[in-house]
């Protein structure tokens, strides 16, 4: 009348199964303890679930991590034992961190979610964790999931477990978003500009042409989708609250004549904008370096300084591009209050 658990009696002799990374293994049935089956509460145990959970299902291949192995003759005792078919097995290696050791963490975000939420394109994840352990051709790091399904076989899965390289996990994502059409890009980025506060949902629907356009700019400088706002700042920014960047100030502050540049540009490029707008910023990109040959004056002395009251940055997006997108009335509200700026002595740091 006690309650006791049930136990799987592991007969003598030795359990070899098919592995298709590893070959065949082979446990001593010695190294195997009679196991606890169902628990004295009743509920059955993992490793008796799993196999009638796999053989209801029909499951033909099980690919699990390594760690797992050593479940595994226990598993393939259960199948025979209840004289049921034994799927083929895949034990992959382990994901380490850049010490060796298990993914923690202390190493790197763990969860696939984390990489989602941090804005990694969901083409560049797959990519890459298709890569821990097993390469296409050796040759090519990008391919598509019609070139994995023709290409992948468990038995090309290296054994040794893989370091997740978190710069080539980036350096992948740069490439999707690169290689991804504006209209995807933009869609996919629009959450992470409302969490940044720039625009709404709202907004973005109705400055569509806009707000793609603004994506098609930076669409080579960056890498996950979160990194969007963080490179568009400036667009919404007030001249007052708009920072300056150390680099940007100096470089624009090389430049003795530099806010004198800027007034007189700021006057002839105020005729360049049609109701408002630029219609071919690569042409103004081209008469504006008419004005400065014009004026013999070198570019860095005009675009320098322009860069930085636009922008507040050292670097970044084609200048007219970038004028183009803010349009005349904050164009030239922004070169002024930068002119005011780079007039006044520097602020001490």
């Known amino acids: 009348g006690e309650k006791a658990t049930m136990r799987f009696r592991v007969p003598e002799g030795e359990t070899t199964f098919k592995d298709l990374i590893r070959g065949e293994v082979t446990f001593q049935n010695t190294e195997v303890d009679d196991w606890i089956m169902v628990r004295a509460d009743g509920n059955p145990t993992y490793n008796f679930v799993v196999v009638v959970d796999d053989s209801d299902m029909q499951i033909s291949h099980v690919m699990r991590?390594?760690?797992h192995l050593t479940n595994t003759p226990k598993q393939v005792l259960i199948f025979k034992a209840l004289g049921l078919d034994v799927p083929l097995y895949a034990h992959l290696p382990l994901m380490l961190g850049k010490d060796g050791k298990k993914l923690s963490k202390r190493t790197g975000d763990t969860a696939l979610q984390d990489y989602l939420d941090n804005g990694y394109p969901p083409e560049a994840v797959l990519n890459f964790l298709?890569?821990?352990?097993?390469?296409l051709d050796g040759e090519h790091d990008l391919f598509s999931i019609d070139e994995l399904v023709n290409h992948f076989a468990p038995e090309d899965v290296a054994k040794g477990g893989s370091i997740l390289?978190?710069?080539?996990?980036?350096?992948m994502a740069g490439e999707y978003v690169r290689q991804d059409t504006v209209e995807r890009l933009a869609e996919r980025c629009a959450p992470y500009m409302i969490a940044a506060g720039l625009m709404t949902a709202d907004e973005?629907?109705?400055?569509q042409t806009w707000y793609q356009q603004a994506v098609r700019v930076e669409q080579e400088r960056f890498s996950?989708?979160?990194e969007l706002p963080g490179r568009l700042a400036y667009l919404f920014a007030s001249n007052t609250e708009l920072e300056w960047d150390k680099k940007a100030e100096k470089n624009?502050?090389?430049?003795?004549?530099?806010?004198?540049t800027l007034g007189q540009f700021s006057t002839w490029l105020e005729a360049q904008f049609v109701d408002g707008q630029i219609a071919d910023p690569e042409a103004l990109g081209n008469a504006t370096k008419q004005w400065l040959a014009e004026r013999e004056l070198k570019i860095p002395v005009l675009f320098q300084p322009l860069r930085c009251a636009l922008t507040g940055a050292a670097g970044g997006a084609d200048l007219f591009e970038i004028i183009a997108l803010m349009g005349q009335e904050k164009t030239l509200a922004r070169m002024a209050s930068g002119a005011e700026r780079l007039a006044a002595e520097p602020k001490a740091s």
């Open 65 to 67: 991590g390594e760690e």
């Open 130 to 135: 298709c890569l821990q352990g097993w390469a």
């Open 252 to 260: 624009a502050r090389k430049h003795a004549a530099g806010a004198e």
């Open 224 to 226: 996950l989708y979160s």
């Open 204 to 207: 973005i629907a109705s400055k």
């Open 165 to 171: 390289d978190p710069e080539k996990f980036k350096w």
